[in-house]
């Protein structure tokens, strides 16, 4: 017969939580499962329960509960052993005493419960605590008392609701058979988890959660699935395995590993349940709240546009933060409904647009327009000779911007459009904001850098800057190529021109040495608004072959297709960027992989493989003259050779880095089998995903930030220093493309190393309709907040939902609070 689930008193120990300073705190438990209606029970008597406090406390003393509703596991007394082993071994601060029992009663003993820092549950499963029992237990906690759950203990108390919260989540059945598998450990902070491998390979046995809990619990440590075979009603690629939680006035963490004898003689494992046991005890702090959904809000902080004017915003192509606080972000150009799109080459407004630039200041939560640059770029949508994606395109301020109000512009002057050849002219400019006024003196413009477009063809045309802590000025430029007439797949049809002059072959761009576009760029802007070249980047301009002229200088990284977005962490000085692929929805045994996103943490200038490899280096096959339709061979990546008749660069080009993250409709990290000559199969039904956190469809990635926490930063609504160090990516699209923060391993990052962990943002950054539906920029804030750019709806046009957002934290510190450490025990 089940048990119905337990009733909660809260009068036994109100008193008690206010002379502890407590605070009650209000959750949503998971579900129990299926259970009976639920009928009283008595309630025990009221009573005071003194947990040890500091600093007058005794010795700390940890409680190991072992009784089982049926036999008792043979890992109990492995795990007896191994838990006195650690409080009385490793370092000074795992020190505590050990009793063990499997006598239920101890949790109506006030006197004796009130001894203890921390409870371990190294339960077999089943119900073994009465109504009374449990409500003693629930007192402990509400008291400010520890709890470790190991393995099984998920399977105690099936019937109780508080129980489940307590644990966090229940199993979908009996775990696997023991197998050795892959735990990534993405917090590298808590004292459970900063000294375990990033990649921890072991042997258990796997649970899997009849309910995800991520978000409702702070996870930190997951399995990877694709590292053995999980038993039925596996939970996919976000597989919690060890979490926490402050819960009901105490802390709570549960770690599903510990399934075997062997399992407590491991020293990283040992040294997981030390830092667990460091937390539980009060021994040492740690933050369990920071990946919990609900300790983060996103406000739209913009309002609506007046009817016809976009005094909020314009249709969002960028943002940056400055050091006070204030958000300058960029409209690329198209307009509202209101206004015409003019598409006739003879009509001189032909693409004509206003770029526009905004500034939201947090104190006042005020926007100003701060100006327009009239450019090329609003030609709205329709077929790749139509739309354009050209207009203002990128923005970042000067190291000095609370100095000198400088902030640069990358854009393209309908000005400078030539309606003849169909040629543009793309620079990156120099302006003034008079900091007083957040108006931009567009008279004050210092043409730093320029060179040809052709706007005849859509599209690509990229536009993010960043700087790194040497003060050089990264621009991201798009491959100015057309994305058809090579079938999605690799864009080097070198037929299609306008005058002469070609629209898809990316070769002669994205993969030219002597050629600014389908790059990123490197120059160190001057006072005086020209640059000069910082040493090391990709070409010196003395190539010994081929003849000299064939390079420029200013190119960092080449062979990138569209790279929108680009970040610079300035404490490690990696570049960080994504961009677009092509269109090609599935593989092709003939002409090479389907479309990738991509994402790269780049180390060193190089070349990263459009159009002729992507990926981890997975090629295409080359096409030329007389006959683009025909395969030619497979292009080599680590010694490709550019023999387009339109390239006027170096034919033997750098060899090809691979990628860090890359995804497709069949999912992220596609890999396949390859033959002797390295080339993949290009089988559908041959792949293997590498990151099946990822998955494609429409597909435009959208790179973030990597967060950097500042401990002497006092705002509230700083995100917390969990994040330290990880990367953030997104998609455009909030469907299944990417929302995640990544880590990388240091040995292998930038040198093709995928990453060790990721998990999802999108509880935090939030999509769907009333939501952050189309990400289009995100950076974090001086304050440690993130601001978030939401493109609208549609395309090349200003939107009502295009808006600025504000996503903010508000867990609260680290807990214990420093006042509730306990005193370590004496040696």
């Given at each position: 017969m089940?048990?119905?689930?337990?009733?909660?008193?809260?009068?036994?120990?109100?008193?008690?939580?206010?002379a502890?300073?407590?605070?009650?705190?209000?959750?949503?438990l998971?579900?129990?499962?299926?259970?009976?209606?639920?009928?009283?029970?008595?309630?025990?008597?009221s009573t005071?329960?003194?947990?040890p406090?500091?600093?007058?406390?005794?010795?700390?003393?940890?409680?190991?509960?072992?009784?089982s509703?049926?036999?008792?596991?043979p890992?109990?007394?492995?795990?007896?052993?191994?838990?006195?082993?650690?409080?009385?071994?490793?370092?000074?601060?795992?020190r505590?005493?050990?009793?063990?029992?499997?006598?239920?009663?101890?949790?109506?003993?006030?006197?004796?419960?009130?001894r203890?820092?921390?409870?371990?549950?190294?339960?077999g499963?089943?119900d073994?605590?009465d109504?009374?029992?449990?409500?003693?237990?629930?007192?402990?906690?509400?008291?400010?008392?520890?709890?470790?759950?190991?393995h099984?203990?998920?399977?105690?108390?099936?019937?109780?609701?508080w129980?489940?919260?307590?644990?966090?989540?229940?199993p979908?059945?009996?775990?696997?058979?023991?197998?050795?598998?892959?735990?990534?450990?993405?917090?590298?902070?808590?004292?459970?988890?900063?000294?375990?491998?990033?990649?921890?390979?072991?042997p258990?046995?796997?649970?899997?959660w009849?309910?995800?809990?991520?978000?409702?619990?702070?996870?930190?440590?997951?399995?990877?699935?694709?590292?053995?075979?999980?038993?039925?009603?596996?939970?996919?690629w976000?597989?919690?395995?060890?979490w926490?939680?402050?819960y009901?006035?105490?802390?709570?963490?549960?770690?599903g590993?510990?399934?075997?004898?062997?399992?407590?003689?491991e020293t990283?494992?040992?040294?997981h349940?030390?830092?667990?046991?460091?937390?539980?005890t009060?021994?040492?702090?740690?933050?369990?709240?920071?990946?919990i959904?609900?300790n983060y809000?996103?406000?739209?902080?913009?309002?609506?546009?007046?009817p016809?004017?976009?005094?909020?915003?314009?249709?969002?192509?960028?943002?940056?933060?400055?050091?006070?606080?204030?958000?300058?972000y960029?409209?690329?150009?198209?307009?509202?409904?209101?206004?015409?799109?003019?598409?006739?080459?003879?009509?001189p407004?032909?693409g004509?647009?206003?770029?526009?630039?905004?500034?939201y200041?947090?104190?006042?939560k005020?926007?100003?327009?701060?100006?327009?640059?009239?450019?090329?770029?609003?030609k709205?949508?329709?077929?790749e000779?139509?739309?354009?994606?050209?207009?203002l395109?990128?923005?970042?301020?000067?190291p000095?911007?609370?100095?000198?109000?400088?902030v640069y512009?990358?854009?393209t002057?309908?000005?400078?459009i030539?309606?003849?050849?169909?040629?543009?002219?793309?620079?990156?400019?120099?302006?003034?904001?008079?900091?007083?006024?957040?108006?931009?003196?567009?008279?004050?413009e210092?043409v730093?850098?320029?060179?040809?477009v052709?706007?005849?063809?859509?599209?690509?045309?990229?536009?993010?800057?960043?700087?790194?802590?040497?003060?050089?000025?990264y621009i991201?430029?798009?491959?100015?190529?057309?994305?058809?007439?090579s079938?999605?797949?690799s864009?080097?049809n070198?037929?299609?021109?306008?005058?002469?002059?070609s629209?898809?072959?990316?070769?002669?761009t994205?993969g030219?040495?002597?050629?600014?576009?389908?790059?990123?760029?490197?120059?160190?802007?001057e006072?005086d608004?020209?640059?000069?070249?910082?040493?090391?980047?990709?070409?010196?301009?003395?190539?010994?072959?081929?003849g000299?002229?064939?390079?420029?200088?200013?190119?960092?990284?080449?062979?990138?297709?569209?790279?929108?977005?680009?970040?610079?962490d300035?404490?490690?000085?990696i570049?960080?960027?994504?961009?677009?692929?092509?269109?090609?929805?599935?593989p092709?045994t003939?002409?090479?992989?389907?479309?990738?996103?991509?994402?790269?943490?780049?180390?060193?200038?190089g070349?990263?493989?459009?159009?002729y490899?992507?990926g981890?280096?997975?090629?295409?096959?080359?096409r030329?003259?007389?006959d683009?339709?025909?395969?030619?061979?497979?292009y080599?990546c680590?010694?490709?050779?550019?023999?387009?008749?339109n390239?006027?660069?170096?034919?033997?080009?750098?060899?090809?880095?691979?990628?860090?993250?890359?995804?497709?409709?069949?999912?992220?990290?596609?890999d396949?089998?390859r033959?002797?000559?390295?080339?993949?199969?290009?089988?559908?039904?041959?792949q293997k995903?590498?990151?099946?956190w990822?998955?494609?469809?429409?597909?435009?990635?959208?790179?973030?930030?990597?967060?950097?926490?500042d401990?002497?930063?006092?705002?509230?609504e700083?995100?917390?220093s969990?994040?330290d160090?990880?990367?953030?990516?997104?998609?455009?699209y909030?469907?299944?493309?990417?929302?995640?923060?990544?880590l990388?391993?240091?040995?292998?990052v930038?040198k093709?190393?995928?990453?060790v962990h990721?998990?999802?943002?999108?509880?935090?950054?939030?999509?769907?309709?009333a939501?952050?539906?189309?990400?289009?920029?995100?950076?974090?804030?001086?304050?440690?907040?993130?601001?978030?750019?939401?493109?609208?709806?549609?395309?090349?046009?200003?939107?009502?939902k295009?808006?600025?957002?504000?996503?903010?934290?508000?867990?609260?510190?680290?807990?214990?609070?420093?006042?509730k450490?306990?005193?370590?025990?004496?040696?």
């Amino acid at each position: 017969m089940q048990r119905a689930p337990h009733h909660r008193s809260r009068s036994r120990s109100s008193g008690l939580a206010a002379a502890l300073g407590v605070g009650a705190l209000t959750v949503s438990l998971l579900g129990g499962g299926d259970v009976a209606a639920a009928r009283p029970y008595p309630e025990p008597p009221s009573t005071t329960l003194s947990l040890p406090s500091p600093p007058g406390g005794q010795n700390v003393r940890v409680l190991v509960f072992h009784a089982s509703a049926t036999d008792e596991s043979p890992t109990v007394n492995a795990g007896i052993a191994a838990i006195e082993t650690i409080g009385q071994t490793g370092p000074a601060a795992g020190r505590f005493k050990t009793e063990a029992t499997d006598d239920a009663s101890v949790f109506t003993n006030a006197t004796k419960l009130g001894r203890y820092n921390a409870i371990v549950f190294l339960t077999g499963g089943g119900d073994v605590l009465d109504p009374e029992q449990e409500a003693g237990l629930e007192t402990y906690l509400e008291a400010g008392g520890g709890f470790l759950g190991v393995h099984d203990a998920a399977r105690t108390e099936p019937y109780s609701d508080w129980f489940t919260g307590l644990i966090g989540a229940r199993p979908a059945g009996a775990p696997s058979t023991v197998q050795r598998a892959v735990v990534e450990v993405g917090d590298r902070q808590h004292p459970a988890t900063k000294s375990l491998p990033l990649q921890w390979k072991r042997p258990d046995k796997w649970f899997n959660w009849a309910a995800n809990p991520s978000g409702s619990v702070h996870t930190v440590a997951r399995v990877k699935e694709n590292s053995y075979k999980p038993a039925a009603g596996a939970n996919g690629w976000d597989h919690p395995v060890s979490w926490c939680r402050d819960y009901d006035g105490g802390r709570s963490f549960y770690t599903g590993m510990g399934g075997t004898v062997d399992n407590f003689a491991e020293t990283d494992f040992r040294d997981h349940l030390r830092g667990a046991l460091a937390w539980t005890t009060r021994l040492s702090r740690a933050d369990c709240k920071a990946t919990i959904n609900a300790n983060y809000t996103a406000e739209r902080v913009t309002q609506p546009n007046q009817p016809g004017h976009n005094d909020q915003i314009g249709e969002p192509h960028g943002l940056v933060t400055a050091p006070d606080g204030r958000v300058l972000y960029i409209g690329r150009g198209g307009a509202d409904s209101s206004r015409p799109v003019v598409t006739d080459w003879n009509n001189p407004d032909i693409g004509k647009g206003q770029g526009e630039i905004h500034v939201y200041d947090p104190k006042t939560k005020k926007v100003t327009l701060a100006g327009a640059l009239t450019i090329f770029g609003n030609k709205g949508g329709g077929d790749e000779l139509i739309k354009v994606e050209e207009g203002l395109l990128g923005i970042e301020l000067d190291p000095g911007f609370m100095t000198n109000g400088w902030v640069y512009l990358h854009y393209t002057p309908h000005s400078r459009i030539n309606r003849d050849t169909h040629m543009a002219e793309r620079r990156v400019s120099r302006f003034t904001l008079d900091l007083a006024t957040d108006k931009l003196d567009l008279a004050s413009e210092k043409v730093l850098l320029k060179w040809p477009v052709q706007i005849h063809s859509c599209c690509h045309a990229g536009g993010g800057m960043a700087w790194d802590s040497k003060q050089n000025l990264y621009i991201a430029t798009g491959d100015n190529n057309s994305s058809g007439f090579s079938g999605g797949y690799s864009g080097n049809n070198p037929e299609p021109n306008f005058k002469g002059l070609s629209f898809a072959d990316a070769r002669r761009t994205a993969g030219n040495t002597n050629n600014l576009n389908g790059k990123i760029l490197r120059i160190h802007p001057e006072d005086d608004g020209t640059y000069t070249l910082p040493a090391g980047n990709l070409f010196t301009g003395t190539e010994p072959d081929e003849g000299g002229g064939k390079t420029r200088g200013e190119i960092y990284v080449m062979g990138v297709r569209n790279p929108a977005r680009i970040f610079i962490d300035k404490s490690t000085d990696i570049l960080y960027a994504g961009w677009v692929g092509p269109d090609a929805g599935a593989p092709s045994t003939t002409w090479g992989p389907a479309k990738y996103d991509t994402f790269a943490a780049i180390t060193k200038p190089g070349n990263h493989g459009w159009p002729y490899c992507m990926g981890n280096k997975q090629p295409y096959r080359d096409r030329n003259l007389p006959d683009p339709s025909k395969p030619l061979g497979w292009y080599n990546c680590d010694a490709p050779k550019n023999e387009s008749p339109n390239n006027d660069g170096l034919v033997n080009l750098p060899p090809i880095t691979s990628n860090t993250i890359w995804y497709s409709p069949q999912g992220g990290g596609v890999d396949y089998p390859r033959d002797a000559n390295g080339v993949p199969s290009y089988k559908a039904e041959e792949q293997k995903l590498l990151m099946p956190w990822l998955k494609g469809g429409g597909q435009a990635t959208m790179n973030g930030p990597v967060y950097r926490y500042d401990a002497a930063n006092t705002s509230a609504e700083k995100w917390p220093s969990y994040w330290d160090g990880k990367w953030f990516v997104g998609d455009f699209y909030d469907g299944d493309q990417p929302r995640h923060a990544v880590l990388t391993d240091p040995k292998t990052v930038g040198k093709g190393g995928i990453p060790v962990h990721a998990e999802s943002l999108k509880k935090i950054i939030p999509g769907g309709t009333a939501g952050i539906r189309n990400l289009m920029d995100w950076k974090f804030a001086p304050d440690g907040s993130l601001y978030v750019l939401d493109y609208g709806r549609g395309f090349f046009t200003s939107d009502p939902k295009s808006a600025l957002w504000h996503v903010t934290y508000k867990g609260g510190e680290a807990t214990p609070s420093a006042d509730k450490l306990a005193r370590k025990a004496a040696r």
